[in-house]
């Protein structure tokens, strides 16, 4: 499957659990909806995913990219230590200048 760089680069720090490299992907602005927050800007998206990291130990499996209008949508099996482990997951992304401006994680 071909991903997108940044989108590549993301799955990739995720499964690593490399928090910086995952906050990396997003501009400086960004914005991330998931569980109900919204999280604004690139210090605010480092905090969510360190701690997300550490609660749910959550890695992705890319199961299909496709282009939805202006973004793109990931389906991801993810698991981790979360209840009902593992769920596929959709990531709505807005990419711009090769950084993700905006995510939405869907159930």
Not at 5 to 26: P, W
Not at 52 to 76: D, F, H, R, W
Not at 82 to 104: E, N, V
């Amino acid at each position: 499957m071909n991903l997108p760089k940044v989108i590549e680069d993301l799955v990739n720090a995720q499964n690593s659990f490399d928090s910086v490299s995952y906050a990396n992907c997003f501009s400086e602005n960004a914005v991330v909806f998931d569980e109900g927050k919204t999280h604004n800007g690139r210090p605010e998206i480092l905090d969510w995913i360190e701690e997300s990291n550490q609660k749910y130990k959550s890695v992705m499996k890319p199961l299909e990219c496709a282009e939805n209008g202006t973004g793109i949508v990931l389906s991801a099996e993810c698991s981790g230590t979360f209840p009902g482990s593992p769920i596929t997951l959709q990531f709505h992304f807005d990419i711009a200048d090769g950084y993700i401006q905006s995510l939405k994680v869907t159930g």
